[in-house]
């Protein structure tokens, strides 16, 4: 495909602010000074509350950290040369190292074109990476990565960047509507996003130039099409391309960015779920939640309402009506019918990793804008039970899917010959833990995680550093280092899962709350030294469907509790073919059956000789072991139970 782009912005027109700066869903972006009257104009919606840059936040010892340093770890045992391979041929270049394997390369996974994404993928890993630790070797990456992407560009007179086996040609049958196998636009939704977050997080001015290229390609490769031959376009997986142009946008004030960002927004979606009805039944799941991420964010620099309503609408479809007690959704990558849950919930294939990703997206950019603990609580949940819960402790692979099958297993991808979507989501999640943990406003800061952890605030040259055992101790204590006494409010999160809260200052009672599902609000003059504690409680619980009330599963506080069985022969978790979830592992295994009535089952599980492991008796009195889902690795487990009457014995 020849180049149809016109001239790209210059980097004096991206720095042409580079003091100003704006934390704007999650990302730190750059507000030039074109676009910054109209966010002061007050005709854009501005955002409650801010997240603190990840470079001022610091984990410490404990599960996410452990996660955080597998995750660096594999990244760093990859080699960017073979994710360029692809890319090199493309533009006539001669490559530097073998191709990967997996959806990269092998004709298994030929026809679904997502050659590439792996690259877009660990770009913004790297990134997050970079921005959380300031290890040279992620940004040393990067700036590989976007070097070589120029010199692709340069080869092929193109701002086009990609890896399809096909080359431009895929992309050129998908603009002139010719049927074509695969998502071309889901799979450059990751270069952009990974060339994004490079600029931002990493400061790259490469990535910057390359970015803007290809941006400038889209917008002229797209404009020959009309409306409607967009929104047909847009049948076809496409990512969150919508958010990626609004971000582009609000790094530029180029109007034709915000535009292509409104003309990436699916009205076909968009349209039902912003009147409030809900059509997701047989949708495949993880086409739809990125565009929803998108249309918070277009809403962000539109002002256009029907894009938020969506969004919201959406979140609370999915969150609150359509997901497991892990906080994941769908069965086979596609939402169903919940009065049908009794059909899915066992299935081997439930609750994409990428979905859970994506859900968290949109949860914490709604969230900015409307800080209510039920976000928070939903954040918390599939933070632990879907995305901490996906990642091997031992050798940082992850899943793609988290089924309930009962019995089976987690299965993780191999280091270099799967390279699933959820490998690349999976390289994400776990070097950005620290994004959620701290918010604020002008004067207020959210504690909405209890994480061991600390967190520098700036403007208020203030320090508050996050001491706990959390999940095996429901406490948290919280420590002020200040440069002089300053006044604060801190608002900490009194879960829906507590039943009661109590909060010291010093050592003194000062609040106690019987009201979940609130934020306690602590306003006062804090000096060095003032420590905070919150003691909440956490006790089993039972969650079900309400079409299927006698299929549980068991909670404590945030977490899902899993029964585990038999270990898996080393090795046997670690598979290439994510197609045969199911497949793999399948000899028959008979789960023990859990006898009582959904009302009281609950109170038949006991404490275990250790924090956080528990046990409940089967029908034949044999006890079945207990332990929070995310600790479960290479055993056969379950997480929910179809409980069996017990039967009159009189």
């Not at 027109?13 to 999650?26: E, H, N, P």
């Not at 006991?606 to 600790?631: C, E, K, M, N, S």
């Amino acid at each position: 495909m020849t180049d149809p782009c016109c001239a790209g912005h210059s980097r004096r027109d991206i720095l042409a602010s580079a003091g100003t700066s704006a934390l704007i869903a999650g990302s730190l972006m750059v507000v030039p000074q074109s676009a910054a009257a109209e966010l002061q104009s007050g005709s854009l919606p501005t955002a409650r509350l801010k997240p603190f840059d990840l470079a001022d936040v610091t984990l410490d010892d404990g599960p996410f950290l452990h996660a955080q340093r597998q995750t660096e770890a594999y990244l760093l045992a990859l080699q960017p040369d073979r994710m360029l391979h692809n890319f090199c041929v493309n533009a006539g270049l001669k490559p530097k190292a073998p191709v990967y394997g997996g959806w990269e390369s092998a004709p298994l996974w030929a026809d679904i074109n997502c050659h590439g994404h792996t690259l877009g993928h660990y770009l913004s890993a790297c990134a997050l990476a970079y921005r959380s630790t300031r290890d040279a070797r992620f940004r040393a990456r990067i700036d590989h990565i976007a070097h070589e992407l120029a010199a692709c560009q340069a080869a092929a007179k193109s701002g086009l960047v990609c890896a399809f086996p096909d080359g431009p040609a895929l992309v050129a049958a998908h603009l002139r509507g010719d049927k074509i196998t695969g998502v071309p636009w889901y799979t450059l939704h990751k270069v952009f996003a990974g060339l994004r977050d490079a600029t931002l997080l990493a400061d790259s001015d490469t990535s910057r130039a390359v970015l803007l290229r290809l941006a400038d390609w889209a917008v002229v490769a797209t404009r020959p099409l009309s409306d409607a031959q967009f929104e047909t376009m847009l049948d076809t997986e496409h990512g969150g391309m919508n958010e990626v142009f609004a971000d582009l946008h609000a790094m530029t004030g180029n109007a034709d960015y915000r535009t292509l960002a409104e003309r990436f927004s699916h009205k076909a979606i968009m349209a039902p779920l912003a009147a409030g009805r809900d059509p997701l039944d047989g949708m495949h799941a993880n086409t739809q939640v990125p565009k929803f991420v998108g249309f918070q964010r277009v809403w962000e620099v539109t002002g256009k309402p029907e894009y938020h309503d969506a969004a919201a609408f959406f979140w609370k479809t999915v969150a609150l009506k359509r997901s497991f007690a892990t906080g994941g959704h769908g069965d086979n990558e596609h939402f169903f019918p919940m009065a049908n849950f009794a059909d899915h919930v066992f299935s081997a294939k439930g609750s994409e990793t990428c979905c859970q990703h994506n859900m968290l997206k949109l949860t914490r950019a709604l969230f900015l804008h409307d800080p209510q603990v039920g976000y928070a609580d939903y954040y918390e949940r599939t933070l632990y039970n879907g995305i901490l819960a996906s990642q091997d402790p031992d050798s940082g692979m992850a899943t793609y899917f988290q089924g309930a099958r009962p019995g089976y297993m987690k299965l993780y991808h191999t280091p270099e010959d799967s390279f699933w979507c959820c490998t690349g989501t999976g390289m994400e999640n776990h070097v950005k833990y620290r994004d959620s943990i701290y918010f604020h406003d002008d004067d207020a800061l959210y504690v909405n995680l209890f994480v061991p952890s600390a967190m520098m605030w700036r403007d208020k040259r203030a320090t508050l550093t996050q001491v706990t055992t959390f999940p095996e101790a429901p406490t948290t204590t919280l420590r002020w280092t200040l440069a002089r006494p300053t006044d604060l409010t801190l608002k900490l999160r009194h879960p829906r899962w507590s039943r009661s809260a109590v909060v010291l200052v010093n050592g003194l009672e000062v609040l106690r709350s019987n009201d979940p599902g609130r934020y306690l609000t602590l306003a006062r003059l804090w000096r060095t030294g003032d420590a905070v504690e919150l003691r909440l409680a956490m006790d089993v619980a039972v969650e079900s469907a309400p079409a299927a009330p006698d299929i549980v599963a068991f909670t404590y506080g945030p977490l899902v509790l899993a029964g585990v069985f038999d270990p898996v022969a080393p090795g046997a978790d670690m598979v290439v073919n994510e197609r045969k979830y199911g497949a793999y592992n399948a000899e028959p295994f008979v789960v023990p059956t859990l006898v009582g009535s959904a009302a009281t089952i609950a109170g038949a599980v006991r404490p275990g000789d250790a924090p956080l492991a528990f046990t409940i008796a089967a029908a034949d009195q044999q006890p079945v072991h207990l332990i929070p889902y995310h600790r479960v690795a290479h055993r056969r487990y379950a997480t929910y139970w179809p409980i069996a009457a017990a039967v009159d014995q009189a």
